[in-house]
């Protein structure tokens, strides 16, 4: 026993040798280490960090610089930031992606000053056109000229100037917020558009004093001449058409990421374009896709919605299972959002509502039978009063409905005693804060400053009682640049000098949250995306400035340096490698509308 004893104490100080020797314990080296910046993380446990590993795509560990150099190693890329500021990657909570993409193939018309300027720029294209071919453009909104055209009716120019530059060509120019189109005479000739056809429901015809179409289509009116549009596309040689159609996901793709984008939330393809970018997300995408089915009939629905509910396909890159936007009403700048009274500027309209509420409630029940998310459009405050009260009526009747998060898009004008409602009922609210900004000049205009205060975009107000904001930019109605997003959210600044109603401003935490965490829980992946901690998806941005500290004026100078997702840097800034802090010029004013 005593040869024991000795033997034991003569080995103990080998052992305790050894475990001095291992302590640090080893690490496996990390894929890639970002050091040296401003890390807001959203976890309430490390909310500030200045460095972060990550291993697998995914989050390994955060801390200090001295603490996360244990994961480098030879292979270990590591990116030194300089003091640059990182977030969670940013969700675009609502966008139509392949829109995106095509809008860079069409004549830009939002920056036009005047009518006379876009039929200037149709003509320059018909000049390159073979007769036959579709003149496409997208962006105006008359509000914004800096004249009327003449001659017009009510403010809206009449289709022969473009009849008189376009003889040979279809015109089809889309609205900035895609619920009207102004089409020349013979693409309303190829739709079957006359004298004589009514008007859709949940649509306007717009005709001058004697009954003739002037050209403009609102909301389920437009739909002839799309119909149209796409017989023509059908003509095409399809090596044609596919490459288009390629083109129009790489060039959306490249905006997002360049943007700062990791995850978008695509507000409606149909079955088939579903398919398709299913196949996309199988050879690889830079950013994830959240897919909600729309453009399919309530039968389609009925039969075959089911079998497309996916989750985490392609490594987490590719999921469906929401349905929408479905359009309960139309756009403010377009007289079609649904009001309870009528419009100030306007006393005979009073919007309308464009998907029959019967119709969205046979959406719902077939959206709550099959557990899929459903999300409507609603811009008035009819609109929301009405889709609230059919949730409501859903979730009675269904109490597991309340469970899939269903959403109202837009939100934007509100009722007061509907504010509440939200959270009440568990709806998320989800809303643009550059579409605030951009629709201030004409908001009062349209529906007078009371209503105006009391429930215009009233973040503020649904956040105090309790409901998940979120945010984005309904990209290509809004560049889905984030920094004017986020610009407008904590400042309401109107670009002149004014602010609009300013008492419903955002701290910048909540807007911070608003697009990265709020986004994330609004599509189930609360516990992989929206912060940064040990075990999530690796996806984060790198920002020139702090968002959370800067000054409001200088948030417009913020750039994306590098935008990373799953622990892979899928955009960096030219030029960021050498960057050392500082600020950029200021970005251009941002006119978008809505």
């Known amino acids: 026993m005593r040869l024991y004893a000795a033997a034991a104490l003569l080995l103990a100080p080998c052992a305790a040798a050894q475990a001095v020797a291992a302590f640090p314990p080893a690490l496996a080296p990390a894929d890639l280490v970002v050091r040296g910046g401003v890390i807001a993380t959203l976890d309430p446990r490390q909310p500030q960090v200045q460095a972060l590993a990550v ?55 939002g920056p036009a000053p005047t009518w006379g300027a876009i039929v200037a720029m149709v003509k320059a294209a018909a000049a390159r056109a073979k007769p036959g071919e579709w003149i496409v453009g997208a962006g105006f909104q008359q509000s914004k000229w800096t004249h009327p055209p003449e001659p017009n009716f009510r403010g809206l120019p009449l289709h022969a ?9 279809p015109v089809m ?35 001058d004093a004697s009954g003739d179409a002037i050209g403009m289509l609102r909301d389920t009116a437009m739909g002839p001449v799309r119909a149209a549009y796409n017989r023509y596309l059908r003509t095409l040689p399809p090596a044609e058409v596919a490459a288009r159609r390629e083109q129009a996901l790489q060039d959306a793709l490249h905006n997002e990421i360049s943007k700062g984008i990791t995850t978008f939330v695509d507000m409606g393809e149909n079955f088939q374009s579903v398919d398709w970018l299913k196949r996309q997300a199988a050879a690889g995408l830079p950013l994830r896709l959240y897919v909600n089915i729309n453009g399919e009939p309530v039968s389609a629905l009925a039969a075959h919605l089911a079998q497309y509910r996916t ?38 309209v009073a919007g309308k509502n464009v998907t029959a509420m019967a119709t969205i409630r046979r959406i719902a029940e077939i959206a709550a039978r099959g557990h899929f998310q459903l999300s409507v459009h609603a811009i008035g405050d009819r609109a929301n009063e009405e889709t ?10 269904d109490p597991a409905a309340a469970a899939l998060r269903w ?61 998940l904001v979120l945010d984005g930019t309904d990209t290509p109605v809004e560049d889905t640049n984030p920094i004017p997003n986020f610009y407008c959210g904590v400042t309401r600044d109107e670009g002149n000098g004014k602010l609009f109603f300013p008492g419903q401003v955002k701290t910048r935490m909540q807007e911070l949250r608003s697009y990265t965490w709020n986004n994330a829980y609004a599509i ?20 020139s400035g702090d968002l959370l500290t800067i000054p409001a004026a200088d948030i417009l100078r913020t750039r994306v340096l590098y935008t990373i997702v799953g622990g892979r840097i899928v955009y960096q800034r030219p030029g960021a490698a050498q960057w050392r802090g500082g600020l950029f010029q200021p970005m251009p004013e941002f006119d978008h509308v809505n």
């Open 388 to 397: 609230l009260n059919l949730f409501q009526q859903i979730f009675t009747q």
């Open 173 to 207: 120019l889309s609205h900035a917020s895609g619920h009207a189109m102004f089409a020349n005479e013979m693409a309303l000739r190829l739709a079957g558009i006359t004298r004589s056809t009514p008007n859709p429901p949940g649509g306007t015809i717009v005709r």
């Open 161 to 169: 100037s473009l009849d008189a530059v376009a003889p040979n060509n």
């Open 311 to 348: 989750v985490g396909y392609a490594n987490d890159h590719f999921t469906v299972r929401g349905v929408g936007e479905i359009l309960s009403d139309g756009a403010l700048g377009t007289h079609s959002a649904w009001f309870l009274q009528p419009y100030a500027d306007d006393p005979g």
């Open 407 to 467: 959403r109202i898009e837009h939100a934007q004008h509100l009722a007061p005693a509907d504010i509440p409602r939200f959270a009440g009922l568990g709806v998320i609210a989800s809303m643009q804060s550059i579409h605030a900004c951009s629709d201030a000049p004409y908001v009062v205009t349209r529906i007078g400053e009371r209503r105006a205060r009391a429930g215009a975009y009233a973040w503020h107000a649904l956040i105090a009682a309790g409901a």
């Open 524 to 543: 189930f992946q609360e516990n992989q995306l929206g912060s940064l901690a040990p075990g999530k998806l690796a996806d984060m941005d790198v920002f």
């Open 55 to 109: 291993r697998g795509g995914r989050i390994e560990a955060l801390g200090s610089d001295t603490a996360i150099a244990r994961y480098i190693g030879p292979r270990t890329r590591v990116l030194d930031l300089h003091g640059a500021f990182v977030t969670p990657g940013f969700i675009e909570g609502h966008g139509h992606l392949m829109s995106n993409g095509e809008d860079a193939m069409e004549l830009r018309l």
